[in-house]
């Protein structure tokens, strides 16, 4: 009986760990401008590469694992093909796309960078930075929102270089989530989001960084950080010097995706310095209420809470971008009333964990 048992174990694990190896469903097969069959590959597999650089040339939808989170990607150079990521994502057409290239001379093909901008394409890429350059012909207008300037970058994750590579061309991708919700940092979650609208998904493992790259822009003042990422302030100012950058300045406010409401759970979110409220928690007649914590360690009784996610137990604000958009995620998943989310120190990814947090946290009558 004991022997069975095992048995019937060891049979569970072995068609667990099959599962999780590789859920191969339908092969695409028709045209691109229709809905081609879903399938979930593993990314290692290099004809998973293949058949998704395949989906990539005949105008299809890919959503691929990069270092910050998973992109919903098609051919850069082809605008129908670019259509559909806005029609899955149901994003506005005036929210421009990031382009992913291979390396900095195939970047080169897309953007006509400033010079300011080499020493960082040389020091981070591949990375999790994304620069603004001058848009070169062989970018449709539709990748740009019709500005004449793209959002380049090189992600370093092996599975999107090979992508990319295979493919034979840049992929504009956006992070592969409904518009304003949170980005997915796996692949599962695009499954649960984007599936039906997506032809191939790849499933890369959890995103190691876990907030979108940072993006700098070239202005003639110098550049300008138009949004807190995977790249941090500090690094970029060791190469550029302490005074060369412009933070949070939005010189342009016309591009969006600088939307002052994004990266949203449904359930609300609050920011709430647990040294400036002692009546943050469910307490007297807020007792019904069901009310979540996200917090960088546990500083305060938990036993107030229905549901708490620790980020980093030891304060480590690189752990705590790469759980934060997972946490957020469950945090939503199990209808609560609101969240309260503890502010995290403002260096390193702080910063940008800090932006993702005061943005989930803006009204939704506010955009
Ligand atoms: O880490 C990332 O950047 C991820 C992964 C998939 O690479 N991508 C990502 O894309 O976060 P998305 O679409 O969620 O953010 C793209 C943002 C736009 O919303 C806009 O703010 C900015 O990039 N952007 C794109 N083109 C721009 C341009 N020409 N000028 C200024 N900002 C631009
Ligand atoms: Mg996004």
């Not at 009986?1 to 694990?13: A, G, V």
């Not at 960084?209 to 990422?229: D, N, Q, Y």
Request: proline share 7%.
């Amino acid at each position: 009986m004991d022997s069975l048992l095992r048995e019937l174990q060891n049979l569970r694990l072995c068609r667990v760990r099959g599962r999780s190896a590789r859920i191969f469903r339908n092969t695409p097969a028709s045209p691109p401008a229709q809905r081609i069959n879903q399938s979930f590959m593993m990314a290692s597999d290099p004809e998973a590469i293949s058949e998704a650089a395949r989906i990539i040339r005949k105008g299809g939808l890919v959503a691929f694992p990069t270092e910050t989170v998973y992109g919903l990607g098609a051919d850069a150079e082809n605008p129908v093909a670019v259509a559909r990521i806005f029609e899955a994502k149901r994003r506005p057409r005036i929210d421009p796309l990031i382009v992913h290239a291979a390396d900095i001379e195939s970047a080169r093909r897309y953007g006509n960078f400033s010079e300011a901008a080499l020493p960082l394409m040389e020091k981070f890429w591949p990375g999790p930075l994304t620069l603004v350059a001058g848009k070169t012909s062989l970018v449709p207008s539709i990748v740009t929102a019709g500005l004449d300037t793209v959002a380049i970058r090189v992600p370093a994750h092996p599975a999107a270089l090979a992508l990319i590579r295979a493919a034979g061309r840049a992929i504009a991708a956006p992070s592969a989530n409904p518009f304003g919700y949170v980005s997915p940092t796996e692949a599962g979650h695009v499954a649960e989001q984007l599936g039906d609208a997506v032809d191939l998904i790849l499933d890369g493992g959890p995103s190691a960084v876990g907030v979108e790259s940072t993006i700098l822009s070239f202005e003639t003042s110098g550049p300008v950080m138009l949004r807190a990422g995977g790249t941090t302030v500090e690094d970029i100012q060791s190469i550029i010097g302490c005074t060369g950058i412009q933070i949070g300045t939005v010189s342009r406010p016309s591009v969006p995706g600088q939307m002052k409401r994004h990266y949203c759970t449904r359930t609300p979110l609050e920011i709430i310095d647990i040294s400036e409220s002692r009546d943050d928690a469910p307490q007297g007649e807020k007792q019904e209420e069901r009310t979540g914590l996200l917090t960088l360690s546990l500083m305060e009784d938990a036993s107030r809470y229905a549901a708490v996610e620790i980020l980093s137990p030891d304060g480590d604000l690189v752990e705590a971008a790469a759980g934060l958009f997972r946490a957020l995620r469950r945090l939503d998943a199990i209808s609560l009333d609101r969240i309260v989310a503890r502010p995290v120190p403002e260096k390193g990814l702080g910063l940008a964990i800090m932006d993702r947090l005061r943005r989930c946290a803006v009204s939704p009558d506010i955009s």
